[in-house]
């Protein structure tokens, strides 16, 4: 059998214009070529975004690194360039700067000096180029971009250095060149604010002089530090669990990963507002933060183990590891996520995840209970006024208090007379001696009829699922709690004036089941928004 190897190169235009959309997110190709520059050993990089007055985006991005003379700079623009010589480079597969670029710009140039003593080179793709050649024709010249030397002489001062150029942006801002002045300079300044807030919260251990995990990297954007942002909080979070993982790969050596779970106090519970705020507690950043190599690249979110809810928006998850699980975890070209096999995935949730998952909406459900039972303490009193003017007409059984000590009554009601107990209680605040709210009530249930200064009254469980998805939503709408309120009322006078001595514990069963049976028809309603609700 004859075979006969044909040496086939991809189209160059349609090639480089395919790769163009691979999927990059503008703050992810921006941290893909920082990466190169940390791989370099750099100690400074400098990041200038901007715009001229033709509204034309220009993107530099300037280190200290190692550099790069001729041929090295050749083959860091070839696309799928030799690997590093260290495996655990952050730059891994030897497209990240072209792809990452190009899926922004349509010209993407590289100026880099090996020394300080070498004049530097400047290599360019230029996709029109490209197109017009139909060929893979990389531009290089001694001729370099003046702006991007200037910035190569300040940030690497008679030392080597490279810059990566981003010129022709025709994918950051949709029509950004058609647009009115003050809405492009918004839009641009929008861009900026992401891009630092992503920059300080992937690089954050490179960042923090003090973070001796990662080597130190300043990290500057349009002239101002890039600061760290820890997503954990470790000065004010808690460890609530720990583990190192050992793996064994497929070549039969081993490597190991590291989950730690941080639960985060709660808003109040920060040391001042600011602080509060820095830790950006919400749906959208509850989760696990993936690392490797110190470098976050996949942050909060459950990998399709749960779903977000505000349940747990107290909780983050590191998982770290290094390039030797970089196979195993199947980690993408854009170093920005990682697929669990299904058994490390079923670790998590079955073992590692369920315990601190618990423990952080244990801690946000209390401190909503708190908020709720402050704001719910005034929320009841149009309720009592209303009963209290109409508690002769509702008429019922009589209840009068025996031995307040035992909590033993004398209830008069159509059947007879029956001494029973029923809880006893005091007014929390004045007139409040018909609806009184609770944290808590035995068994978990939502309601109970109380005896409160001589007086018929319920009291209800704040801390149950039906006040916090019913009634918080409700507690500035007075006839709606009025109805409510009445309603719970209105079922333990009518059970005062139903109720026999063989009968008591079956109304209280019923009011176990009444409670149960609301929990469940609530379980699909909305969280309240309890900033907002009960602000």
Known sequence: MTIEPINL????????????????????????IVDNSIAAHATKVQLWLSADMQRKIRLLIVDNGDGMNRQGLINAMQYGSAARPSAASLGKYGLGLKTASTAFCKRLSVISRPDGNTAPLMATWDLNHVAEAKSWELLLTADCDPEAVEQLDIVAAGRAGTVVLWEQVDRLVKDFEDKKAGWAKKALQSKEDDLRQHLGMIYQRFLDAKDKRAPHVEIELNGKPVEAWDPFQRHYSELVAQQTVPAELADGSTAEFTVKAYILPREEEFPSKEAAALARVGNDTQGIYIYREERLIHAADWLGIYRREPHYNLIRVEFSFDNKLDDAFHLDIKKSQIILNED???????????????????????????????????????????????????????????????????????????RLKLPMAEAQRPGEVFV??????????????????????????????????????????????????????????AEHSTVRDNTNELFRDLRYEVSRILEKLVETLPDPEIEKDVA
């Open 9 to 32: 190169p991809p189209n160059p235009e349609r090639m480089i214009e395919g790769l163009r959309d691979t999927g990059y997110e503008f703050n992810t190709a921006v941290a893909d």
């Open 436 to 493: 009184q709210p609770v944290d808590g009530i035995t068994n978990g249930l939502l309601f109970q009829p109380v005896m409160i200064e001589q007086h018929r009254a319920v009291q209800i469980n704040t801390s149950h699922p039906y006040y916090s998805k019913v009634y918080v939503p409700n507690l500035s709408k007075s006839v709606t709690m009025q109805g409510l309120d009445s309603l719970l009322w209105a079922l333990c006078v």
């Open 344 to 418: 490390l995935a079923q670790w998590l949730e079955d073992q590692f995840l369920p315990a601190p998952r618990r423990e952080a909406n244990r801690r946000r459900r209390e401190g909503e209970q708190k908020k709720i039972a402050k704001k719910s303490e005034g929320a009841h009193d149009n309720s009592n006024n209303n009963i209290r003017n109409r508690e002769a007409d509702a008429g019922g059984a009589e209840v009068n208090v025996a031995d307040p000590n035992t909590g033993e009554v004398v209830i008069k009601n159509q059947h007879g007379k029956f």
